[in-house]
């Protein structure tokens, strides 16, 4: 929950900007303050219900030139970061402060090391997790959403594939399936064997339990239904724009008939259609192109930059006005280096 602090005078902030802020907060129960409190903490002259009722014309006003009326849930998803080869975090500073959820819909991590490819980017599976774990963070920080969904993605697979090809049975039950469920759920020891010493990384989860925001990871899960729409990083893929995304369609049809709507990490496609009253889309990806060379000279579609900005009504349907597709271009992540 929130306390006293979290609605603090900002720096070069004027007290009305500052007033309308706290009354949002209450409004939108961002804040566990009562009306008391604020009206204290603000320093105003009136009662606590006659701020509380100019709260309500803040609120409409403010929803009013955001359009945000009728939005119950702001959802971010960003997928295929495939940390070493990331873009930078400021491509998403735009969205700060106006998510509710934010999806990691998987790739987050490319496990470089633990793939058949040439590893001519040689990077350890130590020190691609430290990045890995610091880009969720920074990407959270940037953000502050209230909670955080990461799903794991055919990278994340690549260690668990990795360990099963090296190790023995009665060693596997003991070692770790992803790198997610070491980064996120439980911290992981770093050692430097040259000079004796070891570094400790917290999980994601306790980092951020410590400032209100919920991160939920279970290893192996690679889909998640938010109100109507599931998010999802399977491991099939078509090489055909959307046909991955229709043949998951046709998979969850026959495990739920509740969606109406599926995102798709994965395929590094940006495109939407509707088919049979299903809204389908392909997020893209927000990993450098220029330097992954997993296709060469193999005439595979090129892959696209992007990420998807989702809004709900209070029944989980997809507000179409106010869902879009982000594409990414050079020059977008070039100027917010």
Not at 13 to 36: F, G, P, S, V, Y
Not at 64 to 84: E, N, W
Not at 225 to 241: N, R
Request: proline share 3%; net charge negative; hydrophobic share 35%.
């Amino acid at each position: 929950m929130n306390n006293i602090t979290d609605l603090h005078r900002l720096e070069n902030e004027d007290m009305m900007a500052w007033q309308i802020r706290c009354c949002l907060a209450k409004r939108r129960k961002e804040t566990d303050m009562d009306w008391i409190e604020i009206r204290n903490m603000l320093g105003l002259d009136i009662t606590p219900d006659q701020l509380r009722k100019q709260a309500v014309g803040y609120e409409e006003y403010d929803n009013y030139i955001h359009g945000y009326s009728g939005i119950t849930t702001k959802i971010l998803s960003i997928s295929d970061a495939h940390v070493p080869f990331n873009l930078p975090t400021s491509i998403f500073k735009e969205y700060k402060n106006n998510v509710d959820i934010l999806v990691f819909n998987g790739d987050i991590e490319d496990c470089w090391s633990c793939s058949s490819f040439p590893r001519r980017y040689r990077i350890g599976l130590d020190e691609e997790m430290v990045l890995t774990r610091q880009y969720i963070i920074d990407v959270i920080n940037m953000i502050l959403p209230k909670q955080v969904i990461i799903l794991m993605g055919n990278h994340e697979y690549r260690l668990g594939r990795h360990l099963t090809d090296k190790l023995n049975d009665d060693i596997l039950t003991i070692m770790p399936d992803t790198p997610l469920e070491l980064i996120v759920n439980r911290g992981f020891h770093v050692k430097d064997r040259r000079n004796k010493t070891e570094t400790w990384y917290s999980s994601i989860k306790e980092l951020f339990g410590e400032k209100n925001i919920t991160v939920n990871y279970t290893d192996g899960e690679w889909y998640k239904m938010i109100g109507k729409t599931i998010f999802a990083h399977p491991l099939s893929y078509s090489s055909g724009m959307l046909k991955t995304t229709e043949k998951a369609v046709n998979f969850f049809l026959r495990e739920n008939r509740e969606f109406n709507a599926l995102c798709l990490g994965h395929t590094h496609k940006l495109g939407s259609y509707i088919q049979g009253g299903i809204k389908m889309y392909e997020q893209g990806c927000t990993c450098d192109l220029s330097q992954l060379d997993y296709n060469n000279g193999k005439l595979i579609i090129p892959g696209q930059n992007g990420f998807i900005y989702i809004c709900h009504d209070p029944d989980g349907n997809i507000i179409d006005s106010k869902t879009r597709i982000i594409p990414i271009n050079n020059n977008t992540y070039t100027m917010h280096k």
